[in-house]
């Protein structure tokens, strides 16, 4: 291990923080709820758990729920461990962006493949699936040659994962099969992506846009949804919705670039960036005010803010432009500052790296 050009252990990074993070805070959540630290069956259930009904009821949000419920202490620490092990190489070598989408992935994934593979009664939670994807991530990079971790890194922890899975009773191995897979699948797609983004591409974007855009991407549909017009149940039609979507966000990307190759385009970038993140957040408000104002009971500050119609979204909106701000601060910095060396330093960065 010492040997190794890249060490054997890798300190997590914000993403990896993050999700470790959310993971703990739904099981202290579950715990204070339940009154227990291992949740029974029915708890878990109401939770989001998988079952075998999830497709054929259209409870597709659990696939995403699962994913953040464990089943005990040690489940979710040994989960966690990985996470923090495996993450801290991958989000170092891909950036958040990256590592949240091959996350995510991973997690729809396991989810999928283990409903695939159980018949009968079965309940099943746990990061595994998404953590197995990130492994697989890392795999995929040792493959191409993109990542300086010795084979012996990959033969202790894959190894270990297919021991457990196969030898500890009640361990889903679909869960982290399916998510191995697709972590390695998705971040070769990705590689391909970035190889095909040196020829569209001018600049290579800061990690802080590219999140950016991301998230902007994730609930920009959802919080136009209620303006936009019904779409038919039909899978043209989705297919035909789901194609505006995406070049639209092409078109968008593309501007953001253009904004990038010019003297001070970095601060005009994030200025940009803040004014979709101010509407979408207008928009989720808006939706949420009245469940918001219904689930305020007794507390004051809340009712009297419900009690002036739209004001509670409108300081939702002021609260997001302050928060994209500040969040861009040292870009912002940066572009003011411009001498005319951040725009050359973004396209020479996309000239010299191919692919991730």
């Known amino acids: 291990m010492q040997g190794q050009k890249q060490g054997f252990f890798e300190q997590p ?14 099981f202290g959540m579950m715990t204070l709820r339940t009154g227990a630290a291992a949740p029974a069956g029915r708890d878990l259930w109401q939770a989001g758990a998988l079952y075998p009904l999830v497709l054929p009821r259209g409870e597709y949000w659990r696939l995403v729920a699962h994913g953040f419920l464990h089943a005990n202490p040690m489940h979710l620490f040994t989960n966690m461990l990985c996470l923090a092990l495996w993450g801290g190489h991958l989000e170092r070598r891909v950036g958040a962006t990256y590592f949240i989408v091959i996350y995510a992935i991973a997690l729809l994934a396991g989810g999928f493949v283990s409903l695939a593979t159980h018949h009968g009664p079965y309940l099943s939670v746990g990061a595994s699936g998404a953590v197995s994807g990130v492994l697989g991530a890392l795999f995929c990079l040792w493959i191409l040659g993109k990542v300086e971790l010795g084979a012996s890194f990959f033969i202790i922890n894959i190894g270990l994962n297919i021991t457990l899975s196969l030898s500890t009773r009640g361990v889903d191995w679909g869960a982290h099969l399916g998510g191995f897979t697709a972590g390695l699948v998705a971040c070769a797609v990705i590689d391909l992506i970035e190889r095909g983004n040196a020829r569209v591409f001018a600049c290579k974007f800061p990690e802080g846009l590219k999140l950016n855009v991301l998230i902007l991407a994730v609930v920009g549909p959802m919080a136009a949804a209620p303006f936009a017009p019904p779409i038919p149940a039909t899978p043209a039609a989705f297919a035909l919705a789901a194609g505006i979507v995406l070049l639209a966000l092409t078109v968008a990307v593309k501007a953001i670039d253009l904004v990038l190759t010019r003297r001070h385009g970095l601060a005009i970038a994030a200025f940009i960036l803040a004014l979709p993140n101010t509407v979408a957040a207008l928009a989720i408000f808006d939706r ?56 050359p330093g973004l396209r020479g960065e996309r000239r010299r790296r191919l692919g991730l």
Do not use: Q, W
């Open 13 to 26: 990074h914000a993403a990896t923080y993050l999700l470790i993070a959310l993971n703990v805070a739904v």
């Open 288 to 343: 949420l005010a009245e469940t918001i104002c219904a689930a305020s009971g007794n507390a004051p500050a809340l009712a009297a803010l419900c009690s002036h119609a739209g004001l509670l979204p409108t300081l939702g909106a002021a609260a997001m432009l302050a928060l994209s701000l500040g969040l861009s601060t040292r870009s912002i910095a940066k572009g003011v500052t411009d001498l005319g060396f951040v725009a």
